[in-house]
């Protein structure tokens, strides 16, 4: 099997809910370091600097360019302005090294949020989002981060469709107090 159709199943097909723990609620959320890119501009991305500005929404997800992780990052763009009224900051990580990235935040993220490089896994080990079945790529997992540097919420779905509603609910929740 070729590695684009290989990769179009894994991001596609392979949506059944997934057996994979991420980390709790109220756990404290690793620090990182990475080069991201917004809008094809490529930038250090720090996590503790992002929480100064408020929660933030960290999403893993396999491969770039594949068709659930397009789905998923039409969908983060979409919402963008809903994010940033609830005063997030949406960033995705992938293995994929930042040239590809560059490209997807164009295309795909649309220019709304940025996308960061974890080419050796250290992020998404530590996140403890590594794929069940291919451990050199990462499980569709999202987080959201308070400025606190907790977790408040995370949710793990193969399927890219519930990952924008969730994590938007949980911002309105820890707005109101709830989480």
Not at 14 to 24: C, D, F, T
Not at 126 to 142: G, L
């Amino acid at each position: 099997m070729n590695r684009l159709v290989s990769r179009l199943l894994l991001c596609g097909l392979l949506a059944s809910p997934a057996v994979h723990a991420a980390l709790p609620a109220g756990a404290p959320a690793p620090d990182f370091s990475t080069q991201a890119s917004l809008g094809g501009q490529v930038y250090a991305f720090k996590l503790n600097e992002a929480l100064k500005q408020g929660p933030v929404v960290l999403y893993f997800f396999p491969a770039a360019f594949t068709q659930g992780c397009t789905i998923e990052a039409h969908n983060f763009a979409e919402a963008t302005d809903e994010y940033k009224a609830l005063g997030a900051t949406v960033i995705g990580v992938s293995t994929d090294n930042i040239d590809t990235l560059n490209k997807f935040s164009v295309s795909e993220c649309r220019g709304k949020f940025a996308v960061a490089a974890d080419g050796d896994g250290k992020i998404m080990k530590s996140y403890d989002a590594v794929h069940d079945r291919r451990p050199e790529m990462a499980q569709r997992v999202s987080y959201v981060i308070s400025p606190a540097g907790k977790v408040l919420y995370s949710y793990t779905d193969m399927s890219p469709e519930h990952h924008v509603a969730n994590t938007l609910r949980a911002l309105r929740d820890w707005k109101a107090g709830k989480l």
